[in-house]
């Protein structure tokens, strides 16, 4: 007796299958994935603000910033870091930025998950060549002025630009926050 089944069932039963598969290795990557998100966040945030030994997450009432973060070492406040996303010319770009108490940047790091600048290009904001110039300047910056553009990315230097102006207004203002709360 030769029996076939009929194609919708045979292409359901293997869709559902599929689906029970993924859904499975879902479940069990998901946990490793938010961790390795979580580690990735917290070496951003020391190589911006390499002083600091801990970090304790604030409350930030600013719809520009993602997370701030005050920057420890011994009890004493180093710095903050704080992550913001703009838009470049390929897509999101999340810059964590980190502060010292005077308002002056101690580093940036350029990226994030879905980070899609032009190879060869905009990808060229990542790297030290660029982030470095960062470095011990304070707020409010200027492509071209006290910042160089990396050639071929106007817009994406410019949106990181941008999103580190945004960060040290926000820090000044927390730490002034923090100092009337204080007290």
């Given at each position: 007796m030769d029996k076939k089944w009929p194609a919708w069932i045979v292409l359901g039963l293997i869709a559902l299958i599929a689906g029970c598969a993924l859904g499975l290795t879902n479940e069990v990557t998901a946990p490793v994935i938010k961790e390795q998100a979580l580690a990735a966040?917290?070496?951003?945030?020391?190589?911006?603000?390499?002083?600091?030994?801990?970090?304790?997450?604030?409350?930030?009432?600013?719809?520009?910033?993602?997370?701030?973060?005050?920057?420890?070492?011994?009890?004493?406040?180093?710095?903050?870091?704080?992550?913001?996303?703009?838009?470049g010319y390929g897509g999101e770009i999340e810059i964590v930025v980190g502060v010292d108490n005077d308002g002056v940047i101690t580093g940036i790091n350029v990226g994030g998950a879905n980070f899609s600048e032009t190879a060869g290009?905009?990808?060229?904001?990542?790297?030290?060549?660029?982030?470095?110039?960062?470095?011990?300047?304070?707020?409010?910056?200027?492509?071209?002025?006290?910042?160089?553009?990396?050639?071929?990315?106007?817009?994406?230097?410019?949106?990181?630009?941008n999103g580190v102006n945004a960060v040290p207004v926000s820090y000044t203002h927390l730490r002034a926050h923090e100092t009337l709360r204080h007290l």
């Open positions: 966040a917290d070496e951003a945030r020391r190589a911006v603000l390499p002083d600091a030994t801990d970090f304790e997450e604030l409350a930030v009432n600013n719809d520009s910033i993602d997370y701030c973060y005050k920057g420890l070492a011994n009890g004493e406040t180093k710095g903050y870091t704080a992550q913001v996303t703009v838009k290009l905009g990808a060229k904001t990542k790297e030290p060549a660029f982030t470095e110039q960062f470095k011990g300047l304070s707020a409010p910056l200027t492509l071209k002025g006290n910042v160089d553009s990396v050639s071929g990315a106007s817009v994406s230097s410019g949106a990181i630009v």
